[in-house]
């Protein structure tokens, strides 16, 4: 498994690649810097925890990582003569080696260990699956000793951890002792039906097996069966001592492994004396102290490792760990002063609130809300302008306030309280801080990229359980390190490993300056004051077009830079500069704060990528003063008068009595300052009132505002941009059109907009007729006089007898449906309601149907049937509001012809998406709020728990290795049905299985349900975060589940969605706004492409087509400028060209929308294909493929066929499933064994 020695290798020391599989761009985000432990992690490359757990080990056991650098290139060559033919290259030593160094000296959070598995002959199958530690210690250490043979360290592995023991047999009778030596390299231990690791060792090395009765022994002097004894020792004792344990065992009776969980306790501190054949030696030479502990976390069939490690030559940086709080109980002669609180001093506020927290820490993003539950006000409001942000102020205040758990959280600097009545400290601090706290070597947690300190006695918590220990590692006690070593990463390393992390690390600093420095980089746009005026309460540009001027800035610079750059771009600005922050509302610009402090940041004040500032002088505007903040926001509102001819001599000629003013008013200006902005003082100013009804139907009612409104203002009012206000002179009541009663004005609708269309609908009504006669009677149209007081009845009688329809009808129910814009007849509508009441308005078209109308207390419902069962997709149906759940669904099983009990009832939402079911089946369906039009399905299968989701689960299998997942190695059997995903897309589904998960849990808790089902036994995912789930929409991947720790009812998951599932090869975890695209570049002169890689856009930083080309040309290291890219459209075989385009503007609003490829036209989502081509080197544009054009083609024919009434009748795959989704499980396959071929160098 571990390949050869002469494997190629990537030039260089290049320890910040991730995977070499995985091309980066020079705008690719460098590796973090390592946190405050000061240590290294090493990434996880799908399944390779166990090989980290090992390494990591390995790196702290500082004899062998210094007897590793002490063979220098002399003896294992230089990787740059690898490929030259007669060079002697040892690959895996000096992979090791250059590993080691980026752990000890680079300043990254994490290493990979890309490189030397590479160099282990290892692909992404290897890498991906999982092994066993203790297996892969041996292996790992037979290799070296292989690579290192001829050279100085060819003893290595034999001097630090071979040991020998000692078999005897000795004779009853003559005394004849037989013994064997064995050399091991760990001592393997067993675990069932034992305590602990002293009481293996004493039943392995101290007592004896008595050879006796008919188990005799054979002895070679005395020549016959005798009585014997049989005993083991330890003869000679490694340096380093690795214990192995047997957590893994056979049930015979069940014939399955198992795990053995059971409380296996082993000592920090181990005297082997007793277990050794000779005891002459110093206690010193027997006694080890434990130093690595690597823990297995999962079962017999897969899991997760990670590795405690005692820090030796206290390279980390340990601090206190975060623990759960304890009660205390105070001394009653101890009492502790509280601090005094002082509302005005925000130290004493967040020092108060510590204090009195149980544990004394607290959340960073907790703090916030607490200082506002103490105060009653929040930080922003009381602290912000003169302390800046709280995490800000926490750090500036670094004597008081320590932040731990990476940041994420705060707590007191331990002092010393002031005791009442005298000075004694406090006796309990040294021992609550506990025995990790003293100085000298610490233990921490180093779990793939993840490095924590840890107590000395969290090792104990590793005895038993599903994580529990699995290896040991001990070092003799005696072995003394110098004190140059300590806290001394360089020490014994090569100089030319130093110098070449030197250089690597002052690379790392550039590429971390250089990524801050475009990160940090803002667009802000300035508005110069001499080019606008004040206008309706808002801030109006002079110009027709708005003339901005941004300016590039880096938001970490203080407010003063900012403005002595301003005052550089702006050489004829005199006098005083004042910076606001602006934003543009509907009615205008309006200004907010003034930025006053210029010793604080861009960012401290809120200044961010497209911020609006104002440059004005800070007290007028081309004369006028300004009012700034959110109490005068200005309000676009819409002033309707009576137009000319309403207000003359009655007669209207147009077709409304109203005529619409936009006007902006400010927020804070009372509504009696803006009745005399619009009219006279006897003006009467009326808001429209929201009662049912009122819009439309041949009239609409307004409130006047009664007079003690008129001294509030329009924010008070709860006025908002685009309300209406009807301003009202007194000579418009002489006209019919406006009536006043009380404080109520009825605004009626001209004459000559009183009608309604009907138009007849007969097609159901008249069966199989002529079709000359049916499309004549289906077109009839007539025009019937209506007003918003007539009833719809009279409506509908008036319209049969205009349509001459009396004879079709008779006998038949009819009524009036209204349809909506793509033609679909909407619920009727009530014959007993006028028009006003039913919301239809007057000069719109009604549909006369076949059918009857709902009654008064009657709802009209739309029912489908899932998995459908005919041709007729959506069907009707009239209930009583009473009826329940149960009886609704009798009558809609009636209505489609279904039989069984096996079935129940679900919603459809507002966006048309299956939704919870309606699990109360003894309700009524208003108590439920089903109102009429809604959309229920009826279900196959019985319903759910309370609270549990039951949902079908596919694993998408996909063909080769590209980007982030990896090919699954589950084989079809039969009975277990699968699907190919359209489009070409390379990807088959698998049918495995059903969960039933509560609606409470978590998408993690999600992940582990999934990965219980049969099927999946033998996937193999270290992690929930290596598994991605998908939602399936028309049996294709639509979209992925967002949010490891989100609970499934705010990810709107529902009973019968159809979840996919796909393993990774390295952790994930998207953002909300980040967006999974297969990418795939053309192949030059060929109409094909590479195969695709996985690419994640963040679209929150640049949503448009240039952000996508951007990010894409990072990735694959192309030119921007050079690249043009195409969506791929899978149902039409067709692409689509990804470019800028040029929105249309609105004329009254003016504002150009943010290009966005996730709206209209491209709609880009999770697992969309991106198609490049670099014009560099291919000047073909074109997209399509030979494929596509077979697909088209087919598409054609596919379109003849349906046209000439050939379409056959084909079984969706929903019902197919249905029936086959109880797969057999598979059996598992055989594990593969660990081997290793190592060149020869004799």
Avoid at 147 to 155: E, H, P, Q, W, Y
């Amino acid at each position: 498994m571990f390949g050869n020695l002469f494997e190629e290798d990537e030039e260089g020391f290049s320890p910040v690649t991730v995977d070499k599989r995985v091309d980066k761009g020079k705008d690719a985000e460098p590796p973090p810097a390592r946190g405050t432990v000061n240590l290294s992690g090493i990434r996880n490359q799908g399944g390779t925890c166990y090989l980290n757990s090992l390494l990591q080990t390995l790196l702290f056991t500082p004899e062998f990582r210094e007897e590793l650098f002490r063979l220098g290139p002399d003896e294992l060559g230089c990787l740059e003569d690898k490929d030259k033919p007669e060079a002697k290259v040892r690959v895996i030593p000096l992979e090791l080696q250059r590993l080691f160094a980026e752990l000890l000296l680079l300043d990254q959070q994490t290493a990979s260990t890309a490189q030397l598995t590479d160099s282990f002959g290892w692909t992404s199958r290897e890498e991906s699956s999982q092994h066993d530690v203790q297996e892969l210690n041996r292996i790992l250490f037979s290799a070296l000793e292989s690579s290192l043979v001829g050279t100085s360290g060819s003893d290595l592995i034999h001097r630090l951890y071979h040991g020998v023991v000692v078999n005897q047999i000795v004779c009853k009778e003559c005394g004849n002792v037989s013994e064997r030596e064995e050399d091991y390299l760990d001592l393997t231990v067993s675990v069932s039906g034992l305590g602990g690791l002293e009481e293996a060792l004493w039943s392995m090395f101290v007592e004896e097996e008595v050879f006796d009765g008919n188990n005799l022994y054979r002895c070679s002097r005395c020549n016959v069966l005798v009585k014997a004894t049989k005993s083991a020792k330890l003869r000679k004792l490694p340096p380093f001592l690795t214990v192995s344990l047997l957590r893994f065992s056979f049930d015979f009776a069940k014939c399955e492994r198992f795990k053995e969980t059971g409380r296996y306790t082993f000592p920090l501190s181990a005297n082997l004396k007793p277990f050794c054949e000779q005891a002459e030696q110093p206690d010193s030479e027997y006694t080890y102290e434990l130093f690595s502990v690597i823990i297995h976390k999962g079962g017999c069939h897969g899991g997760h490792y990670h590795v405690y490690i005692k820090d030796i030559d206290e390279l980390g940086h340990w601090e206190m760990p975060e623990e759960e709080p304890k009660p205390k109980f105070p001394k009653a002669q101890a009492k502790v002063s509280e601090p005094v609180l002082v509302h005005e001093d925000p130290l004493s506020v967040l020092t108060t609130i510590l204090s009195q927290e149980a544990s004394r820490t607290v959340l960073v993003d907790q703090l916030g809300q607490k200082l506002l539950d103490k105060i009653g006000i929040s930080w922003n409001k009381k602290f912000r302008k003169q302390h800046g942000p709280i995490g800000k102020f926490l750090q500036s205040q670094s004597d008081v306030f320590l932040l731990v758990s990476n940041g994420t959280r705060v707590t007191l600097k331990a002092t010393t309280p002031t005791v009442a009545g005298g000075d004694a400290a406090p006796e309990s601090q040294a021992a609550e801080e506990g025995p990790g706290a003293s100085d000298g070597p610490h233990w921490f947690d180093l779990n793939d990229s993840t490095v924590t300190p840890i107590h000395e006695r969290d090792i104990q918590k590793q005895f038993q359980g599903k994580e529990s220990a699995y290896m040991l590692f001990y070092r003799k006690a005696g072995l003394l390190r110098p004190q140059e070593a300590k806290q001394n990463r360089g020490y014994t390393v090569p100089p030319h490993l130093l110098q070449m992390a030197q250089e690597e690390n002052v690379t790392l600093q550039q590429r971390r300056e250089e990524y801050d420095a475009s990160a940090n980089t803002v667009q802000v746009r300035l508005h110069l004051a001499p080019q606008y005026r004040l206008e309706n309460g808002a801030l109006q540009p002079k110009a027709a077009a708005e003339d901005t001027v941004t300016l590039s800035f880096d938001r970490r610079r203080t407010v003063g830079d900012f403005r002595l750059a301003v005052y550089q771009m702006q050489d004829l600005w005199e006098g005083d500069m004042a910076l606001t922050v602006a934003r543009k509302l509907p009615a205008g610009l309006h200004l907010y704060n003034t930025l006053t402090d210029d010793a604080q940041s861009l960012y401290a004040v809120g200044v961010s990528d497209g911020s609006d500032l104002f440059v004005w002088n800070g007290r007028e505007v081309s004369g006028a003063p300004l009012r700034m903040g959110c109490e005068w926001e200005p309000v676009l509102l819409t002033l309707l008068r009576a137009c000319d001819e309403a207000a003359g001599d009655g007669g209207v000629a147009g077709s409304s009595a109203l005529m619409p003013e936009p006007r902006g008013f400010p927020g804070g200006a009372t509504l009696g300052a803006l009745r005399q902005a619009v009219g006279p003082e006897d003006t009467l100013l009326c808001r429209e009132e929201s009662r049912p009804g009122c819009e439309g139907g041949g009239g609409s009612g307004w409130r006047v505002f009664p007079p003690a409104d008129m001294q509030r203002t329009l924010k008070e009012l709860a006025l908002k941009d685009g309300d209406s206000l009807l301003v009202l002179e007194p000579q418009v009541f002489d006209t019919s059109l406006f009536s006043l009663t009380g404080d109520t004005v009825t605004v009626t609708t001209p004459s000559d907009c009183r009608w309604l269309q009907v138009e007849s609908h007969l097609c159901a009504a008249r069966g199989a007729q002529g079709e000359g006669g049916e499309d004549e009677g289906a077109r009839k149209q007539a025009k019937i006089s209506a007003s918003g007081s007539t009833l719809l009845s009279e409506v509908k009688l008036s319209a049969i007898e205009e349509l001459k329809l009396q004879d079709q009808f008779k006998g038949v129910p009819c009524c009036l449906r209204q349809a909506d814009r793509t033609g679909k007849l909407l619920p009727p509508v009530r014959e007993d309601m006028t028009v006003r009441e039913a919301g239809i308005k007057l000069m719109t078209s009604l549909v006369l149907c076949p059918g009857a109308a709902p009654g008064p207390h009657q709802l009209f419902l739309y029912f489908t049937v899932s998995p459908p069962v005919g041709t007729e997709a959506e069907m009707e149906i009239i209930v009583e509001e009473t009826i329940t759940v149960k009886e609704c669904l009798r009558l809609m099983l009636n209505a489609a012809g279904l039989e069984g009990e096996c079935w129940h009832l679900r919603k459809m939402d507002w966006c048309e998406e299956l939704g919870d079911a309606l699990t109360d089946e003894d309700s009524s369906l208003g108590e439920l709020s089903v109102a009429g039009g809604d959309t229920l399905v009826v279900t196959e299968g019985r319903l759910p728990p309370k609270g549990f989701l039951k949902m079908p689960v596919w694993l998408l299998m996909e063909q080769g290795d590209q980007g982030n997942h990896i090919g699954n190695d589950l084989d079809n059997h039969q009975g277990e049905p699968s699907t190919t995903g359209e489009g070409g897309c390379g990807a088959a589904m698998q049918f495995v299985g059903h969960v039933e998960i509560s609606v409470e849990a978590a998408l993690d808790d999600l992940k582990i349900q999934v990965l219980t089902l049969p099927p999946l036994h033998d996937l193999c995912v270290p992690s929930p975060a290596f598994l991605r789930v998908w939602l399936l929409e028309s049996r294709r991947p639509g979209r992925i589940l967002r949010g490891n720790l989100q609970p499934l009812q705010k990810l709107k998951l529902a009973s019968g969605t159809e979840l996919c599932v796909q393993r990774l090869q390295k952790e994930e975890n998207l953002g909300p706004k980040e967006l999974l695209l297969n990418v795939q570049i053309g192949i030059p002169g060929e109409r094909s492409y590479y195969p695709s890689q996985e690419v994640v856009w963040d679209t929150g930083r640049d949503g448009s087509a240039r952000g996508l080309r951007q990010a894409i040309a990072a990735h694959c290291s192309l030119c921007p400028d050079s690249l043009i890219i195409a969506k791929y459209c899978p149902e039409k075989y067709s692409w689509m060209v990804i470019s800028s385009w040029t929105q249309q503007v609105s004329k009254r609003k003016k504002k150009k929308k943010t290009e966005s490829l996730l709206g209209a036209p491209f709609h880009l989502r999770d697992g969309d294909v991106i198609g490049g081509k670099n014009l560099l080197i291919d000047s073909n544009r074109e997209f399509s493929t030979p494929e596509d054009e077979l697909g088209q083609q087919r598409l054609q024919e596919e379109a003849g066929t349906w046209a000439k009434g050939g379409q056959s009748g084909i079984v969706g795959p929903h019902l197919e499933v249905a029936l086959e989704c109880k797969g057999s499980r598979k059996n598992r396959k055989p594990e593969v064994a660990l081997s290793i071929n190592v060149g020869m160098f004799r």
